[in-house]
């Protein structure tokens, strides 16, 4: 799987802040050629660059190649594994286990389904704007709740704001089967993904570790 060429594209969320980001690259060069003498507004087209060059980064979307296996969860967000334990207000019952993905501004952030499953319910709250990697940020912050079921139990799984984050994108709709690895959104500019499941869901992660939205496994049904 790690040697198949990836074809790396840009989310359709981003389309509009790429072109606005070009047109100001351009405005930049035309101003810096028509008003800056002997090259002293250079900066001008080269700080613009930068941002275009950002927001591309930020926007990416990387082909993916997800694991083959009814029983696996896969990591819906690419990140680091910051808590592993029994969840907080979880959206499941009874209560089971949470894993925390801190997603940083250099993380790709288009989010993926975890399972083969269905849509069973989707929420959005209303929050704060806490530092995502902050334990309450799971309770207080700005987020989507989505649960969904599968052949071998059920899961749920929360996209949390950030302190930059201002915009949560989810596109499907309870009632859509989804298979592993699905595109289903995005969170701008540093977030978290919270993931929920039952107790006897064997882990496959560990604290700390960096994992890939749409390949790395973080668990199993048994």
Do not use: C, Y
Not at 29 to 34: E, G
Not at 82 to 95: K, T
Not at 127 to 139: C, D, I, Q, T
Not at 191 to 209: A, E, M, N, T, W
């Amino acid at each position: 799987m790690k040697n198949r060429p990836r074809r790396v594209g840009f989310a359709p969320e981003g389309g509009p802040i790429l072109m606005v980001s070009g047109v100001i690259v351009v405005i930049a060069v035309i101003i810096s050629l028509a008003f800056g003498e002997e090259g002293r507004l250079l900066w001008l087209p080269a700080l613009a660059v930068v941002w275009f060059f950002l927001v591309a980064q930020f926007f990416r979307d990387p082909e993916r190649f997800p694991p083959m296996g009814e029983k696996l969860i896969i990591s819906p967000a690419d990140g680091k594994v910051i808590s592993i334990g029994e969840a907080v207000e979880s959206p499941l019952d009874p209560i089971g286990v949470r894993i925390s993905i801190f997603m940083s501004p250099i993380n790709v952030h288009v989010n993926r389904s975890p399972v083969n499953g269905v849509i069973t319910s989707f929420e959005h709250r209303a929050g704060k704007f806490l530092g995502a990697f902050k334990p309450e940020a799971s309770r207080e912050n700005e987020q989507t709740i989505i649960q969904m079921s599968t052949a071998h139990g059920a899961i749920a799984f929360k996209q949390i704001s950030g302190f930059l984050a201002r915009r949560i994108v989810f596109h499907p709709k309870p009632g859509d089967k989804l298979v592993a690895g699905d595109r289903v959104g995005m969170i701008r500019f540093g977030s978290r993904v919270d993931i929920f499941f039952p107790k006897s869901v064997k882990i496959k992660v560990q604290l700390g570790q960096m994992v890939t939205a749409g390949e790395t496994i973080i668990g199993e049904f048994v």
